[in-house]
């Protein structure tokens, strides 16, 4: 009687292939994929707290430290703003010193300039100062001496801008009555711009 095999025989490279056991992660594929990513997640995230949490505690320190420089600098800067009030009230008070002494000096130097300014032939009867114009009444003996009075006051840095208000011939006919007006200027630019070149 005669015998068929029915399997039929596998080669040898089948037959070790088939013995080698076969990784296959099937269904636990995209489970594994999840837990790498967490896990790739979890370490970006911790690296990013642990650099945010270093830079915190850094900050804190310079925080700390600038603090502490400030208070020590406190003390120091309190000074500073009581030597600043200290030089603030000084420099007003020379301030005022300064103010008394062209007030006290103004009346002298407005007397002098005024006397020095008049010529021959002429006189002054009543002299008024408000503020800085200056009003003056007098007489001469003829209009040329006026004319001189005012050239006078106009050549004179102290004067600005004089002005006859009025002239006129008195009862007894010889003599001339006037009325001026003009601006004093007790320290004129030009003078104090020519004083630090003579110094």
Same mark, same amino acid.
């Given at each position: 009687? /005669?015998?068929?095999?029915?399997?039929?025989?596998?080669?040898?490279?089948?037959?070790? #292939? +088939?013995?080698? @056991?076969?990784?296959?992660?099937?269904?636990?594929?995209?489970?594994?994929?999840?837990?790498?990513?967490?896990?790739?997640?979890?370490?970006?995230?911790?690296?990013?707290?642990?650099?945010?949490?270093?830079?915190?505690?850094?900050?804190?320190?310079?925080?700390?430290?600038? =603090?502490?420089? =400030?208070?020590?600098?406190?003390?120091? /800067?309190?000074?500073?703003?009581?030597?600043?009030?200290?030089?603030? +009230?000084?420099?007003?008070?020379?301030? &005022?010193?300064?103010?008394?002494?062209?007030?006290?000096?103004? !009346? &002298?130097? /407005?007397?002098?300039? &005024?006397?020095?300014?008049? @010529?021959?032939? &002429?006189?002054?009867?009543?002299?008024?100062?408000?503020?800085?114009?200056?009003?003056?009444?007098?007489?001469?003996?003829?209009?040329?001496?006026?004319?001189?009075?005012?050239?006078?006051?106009?050549?004179? !840095?102290?004067?600005?801008? !004089?002005?006859?208000?009025?002239?006129?011939?008195?009862?007894?006919? #010889?003599?001339?009555?006037?009325?001026?007006?003009?601006?004093?200027?007790?320290? @004129?630019?030009?003078?104090?711009?020519?004083? @630090?070149?003579?110094?």
């Amino acid at each position: 009687m /005669i015998k068929i095999n029915l399997v039929a025989e596998t080669p040898a490279a089948a037959t070790t #292939q +088939a013995a080698r @056991p076969q990784f296959s992660l099937g269904a636990k594929q995209g489970d594994i994929i999840l837990l790498v990513v967490l896990a790739l997640s979890c370490i970006v995230v911790g690296t990013q707290w642990y650099l945010l949490t270093s830079k915190r505690a850094e900050l804190r320190r310079v925080e700390q430290e600038k =603090r502490q420089e =400030r208070d020590e600098l406190l003390q120091y /800067i309190k000074k500073v703003e009581e030597l600043e009030a200290k030089r603030e +009230a000084l420099r007003q008070k020379i301030q &005022v010193i300064e103010e008394l002494k062209n007030n006290q000096r103004g !009346p &002298v130097k /407005i007397m002098d300039e &005024v006397s020095r300014a008049l @010529p021959e032939l &002429v006189w002054l009867t009543r002299l008024n100062l408000k503020g800085n114009e200056l009003l003056l009444d007098g007489n001469a003996m003829d209009e040329n001496a006026v004319a001189n009075y005012i050239a006078n006051l106009d050549a004179s !840095p102290h004067f600005d801008e !004089p002005e006859l208000k009025n002239l006129t011939r008195a009862d007894r006919g #010889q003599v001339f009555a006037f009325n001026l007006r003009c601006t004093f200027v007790i320290s @004129p630019p030009e003078l104090q711009a020519a004083a @630090p070149a003579g110094q």
